[in-house]
């Protein structure tokens, strides 16, 4: 039995946030992440989706708030690549580097348009991925029993419906969904995975011959290149990479230079520090003497107000007695006005006046006019303590000036010598800075030149795969029946190994191509139980048949929620599915749960390096955490309570 090797492995999942980057590593073989609800969990999957082409993305309020690009790290046939997509903006092109995550600075990237409305700089991301997994770009008719029938491409995308169960799919009746034309196309996709399409040889004609065409493109570009280099005598890589930790050393011996420069005249100036300690003694007089005038200033203009108020009070209090010494006496019933001569009754004016008492009034104006002798006396007082308080200020100042004059003048011969010396090395510094900036362009140049190179040697692979498909298709076509035998053995023995009830009369539908158990078709199948378990083990019946046949797919997957239904729905209540069927065929046994992880567990051991499956679930079976925890790349809880368990995928959601 040959073992093939997987077109897709997904490396590194990243999240470029505000605050920081949130990495979700993966390993080929078996991947879990599993934990509390609403943390994240489906949202990896969801990201791994988008970056592979998705037309949206759903996301939790925390990756929205923290997070605004994903990256994904992927091997395409042993191929490193990093992906790249803003994750608000699902129409902007996808930009793709051929190198690691933390290598993308040292490469250009190329740019393809994430769907077939508008074409990208460099083609369109679904033809990308195909091209680089080696799987044909094939068209079908739309409705294939009609003749004239409008021909469409089949993409990437087709193929990913069978390499990602979402957690709504998992056991759903429609697994696929209502709509027929996609169904359709869908059919037509399973061939094109299992080389059982009629065109499949003329398409694999077509794919060596436009590989042999793209070859020939690429040399020429390759020579182009070379030519270029050779002119502007731009070295190799070692070369450039030898001149760039050069430059790098010069630039951190002169980085050493100038802080031991820097030191020197900090060492140098210390002799100096009575004279700082001056400088600073006397800013503080200053600023305190400043205090305390503004305070004393504040002072007297409160006092000045005040003298003023008492000077109106006693013109009031004279006006007053004036008034009184003209008044007549009281037998008089009525009198002129001493100011307008008018007759007022005399009666009429005693009552206006409620004292009229002139020694009263006497009495409280010798009382303010003490006050005001002492206001004037202390208002005396704060002019003097202001005008000492100016005095010792200016006396300050212009001590300042000569120390800080004498200061500087000190501190230049000691500086001085240095400056040339510092100036120099700071000028050597920004010629190197512009250096490595020119050679970082030169070595993405030949980092691009060595990347057209690794073009043309995996289309000569690529060229001599597609022959030998070509051969072995002509000599020994598979059959659909042929493929759905290998199916429907794989499915039975998961179902068999599992532990559900009664497994026979195990097929796969030639209308549909899915399940047929006990002879009841997938969609007819009652129990929920049995269609989530019938669900997983054909995805993984497909990954497997991959394993160890030359197909188109990629033998990667991933399940969202793997056992919905099983062992958990009467916690769950969850729809599409008969509770009295799902007992019946004891899909509450935590045995199947225990057993659905063991055959996980099972495939890893037997072709680990092989194929990629990423799990999403509530929780892991407790009896086999110790076996399980090898491959558990994220645990998530609400609630962390040991190093090895985080808050949630965005895992700063609370600082």
């Given at each position: ?57 759903e996301l939790y309020s925390e990756i929205e708030i923290a997070g605004n690009v994903a990256l994904l790290e992927i091997e395409l046939r042993g191929k490193v690549y990093t992906i790249r997509r803003d994750i608000f903006d699902a129409k902007a092109e996808i930009e793709v580097f051929r190198s690691a995550f933390e290598n993308i600075e040292e490469v250009f990237p190329q740019y393809y348009s994430p769907n077939y409305s508008n074409e990208g700089y460099d083609g369109y991301f679904s033809e ?528």
């Open positions: 039995m040959k073992i093939k090797t997987p077109k897709l492995i997904v490396n590194h999942l990243i999240i470029k946030g505000h605050r920081k980057d949130y990495f979700v590593p993966f390993q080929p073989g078996l991947n879990i992440i599993y934990g509390d609800s609403d943390t994240g969990k489906s949202s990896v999957l969801n990201l791994v989706n988008y970056c592979l082409g998705a037309n949206k993305l990308f991925l195909l091209k680089n997994m080696n799987i044909p770009i094939t068209k079908v008719k739309q409705a294939p029993s009609k003749e004239d029938s409008k021909m469409i491409t089949l993409s990437f995308r087709d193929i990913f419906k069978y390499l990602y169960l979402d957690q709504d799919q998992v056991g759903n009746k429609r697994i696929f969904g209502d709509n027929f034309s996609r169904i359709v196309k869908l059919r037509e996709t399973f061939k094109l995975m299992n080389n059982v399409l009629d065109s499949n040889i003329t398409e694999l004609q077509q794919a060596i011959s436009e590989k042999s065409s793209t070859r020939k493109e690429f040399n020429k570009k390759n020579l182009s290149i070379t030519s270029f280099l050779r002119e502007t005598k731009i070295g190799s890589l070692k070369e450039l990479d030898e001149r760039r930790r050069s430059i790098q050393e010069s630039l951190e011996d002169y980085t050493e230079i100038i802080k031991k420069i820097d030191k020197e005249i900090s060492a140098d100036s210390e002799n100096f520090n009575s004279f700082r300690q001056n400088i600073f003694k006397i800013e503080r007089a200053v600023k305190s003497n400043g205090r305390e005038k503004n305070r004393l200033e504040f002072e007297l203009r409160n006092n000045v107000l005040l003298q003023g108020e008492y000077t109106n009070d006693l013109k009031k209090m004279a006006a007053s007695i004036e008034a009184i010494k003209r008044l007549p006496e009281h037998g008089i019933q009525n009198t002129s006005c001493p100011v307008c001569e008018q007759e007022m009754s005399l009666e009429d004016l005693s009552k206006k006046f409620s004292n009229n008492d002139r020694e009263v009034i006497k009495t409280e104006i010798s009382a303010l006019n003490r006050r005001k002798k002492d206001l004037i006396q202390i208002g005396e007082k704060l002019r003097v303590q202001i005008q000492f308080l100016s005095e010792a200020i200016e006396k300050h100042i212009n001590e300042l000036d000569e120390l800080r004059f004498e200061f500087d003048k000190q501190t230049e011969k000691i500086v001085t010598p240095y400056i040339g010396q510092r100036d120099q090395i700071s000028s050597n510094i920004g010629g190197l800075n512009s250096d490595l900036k020119n050679l970082q362009h030169f070595y993405k140049i030949r980092k691009q030149q060595e990347s057209i190179e690794l073009e043309i040697m995996t289309l000569d692979e690529d060229i001599l795969i597609l022959e030998e498909n070509l051969k072995n298709l002509k000599e020994n076509a598979p059959s659909l029946d042929k493929i759905f035998y290998s199916l429907k053995t794989n499915l039975a023995s998961f179902l068999t190994y599992v532990g559900m009830k009664n497994v026979k009369n195990v097929k796969i539908s030639d209308k549909t191509f899915l399940p047929i158990i006990r002879n009841k078709p997938y969609e007819e199948l009652t129990s929920g139980g049995v269609r989530n378990l019938a669900s997983v083990g054909y995805f993984l019946s497909l990954m497997e048949y991959a394993i160890t046949n030359p197909v188109n797919y990629p033998s990667f997957l991933m399940v969202d929620t793997i056992a919905k239904y099983i062992g958990k729905t009467s916690d769950k209540k969850l729809p599409e599915t008969n509770i009295e069927e799902d007992r019946k065929e004891g899909m509450n046994d935590v045995d199947k749960y225990e057993n659905l992880y063991k055959y996980l567990l099972n495939l890893h051991d037997r072709y680990s390096e092989s194929f990629q499956l990423i799990i999403v679930d509530n929780d892991i079976p407790y009896k086999l955490s110790e076996e399980l925890g090898p491959f558990i790349r994220k645990h998530f809880s609400t609630n962390p309570t040991s190093i090895y368990s985080e808050i949630g995928l965005i895992d700063d959601a609370n600082q």
